[in-house]
């Protein structure tokens, strides 16, 4: 089974400021690993995944399969940075790519 | 493309009755996910159509069923309601030719049950 951690609910940070949301998970395959990012009013829509290792609005995220953890950082936060995020795996040899999803951060950028 | 499209958005039941919800997938797209969303928690998954049939299953009661139809488009349904059944539910298609692991949300549909 496998199982995503996101501690914190809610992140207050000020614009400017480096922004690193945390993911933890347990799963015991190889796994593939994933940031949604959820806007006000917008569907829930996939923002980063480990496997293509780029940068999106700025964010990166590093896989460290030591730790078992896949954070999300970017160094200088901007307002239309607030949003709800959501970490996410995906067996990688799994036909069916079902995703488990983290419980979730609310990201709020205050001016 | 309209991307992928959910029906009803909104939907009221009382405990006991069957719902049905409706999904059309992304242009192109063959695979159909669904997804329950409780109030603040991560999205949980319910099961995975592929080719007109159940490919995966996560941990749900058989109360919860669905089906494909040709043309991708997907149906949830849910009997016996439980008042634990409230939650937002989402639709996500993807595709084998487009990249294995991308998935596409719909906008969802939030059920109450009284």
């Known amino acids: 089974a496998q199982r995503v951690t996101q501690p914190e609910k809610l992140l207050s940070v000020f614009k400017g400021a480096p922004v690193e949301l945390k993911c933890n998970y347990s799963y015991s395959g190889s796994p593939e690993l994933f940031w949604y990012v959820q806007y006000s009013r917008q569907r829930l829509q996939l923002l980063l995944r480990?496997?293509s290792r780029e940068s999106i609005k700025g964010f990166t995220a590093d896989l460290n399969k030591g730790e078992t953890s896949f954070h999300l950082k970017k160094p200088f936060a901007q307002e239309e940075d607030s949003a709800m995020y959501y970490c996410?795996?995906?067996?990688?040899?799994?036909?069916?790519?079902?995703?488990?999803f983290g419980g979730g951060t609310r990201l709020m950028v205050k001016p | 493309d309209a991307g992928v499209t959910q029906s009803p958005t909104h939907l009221i039941k009382t405990r006991g009755q069957q719902v049905t919800l409706r999904c059309s997938p992304k242009s192109g797209h063959d695979t159909v996910s669904w997804y329950q969303q409780a109030l603040g928690q991560g999205p949980q998954f319910i099961f995975q159509y592929y080719e007109e049939e159940e490919r995966q299953r996560g941990n749900f009661p058989d109360r919860f069923s669905g089906h494909q139809f040709p043309n991708y488009s997907s149906e949830l349904n849910v009997n016996a309601l439980l008042l634990g059944d409230s939650a937002l539910y989402l639709c996500a298609s993807s595709s084998p030719k487009t990249g294995r692991e991308t998935q596409y949300f719909g906008p969802g549909t939030r059920l109450l049950v009284l």
């Open positions: 480990h496997i």
């Open positions: 996410a795996l995906s067996p990688l040899h799994n036909a069916g790519n079902m995703l488990t």
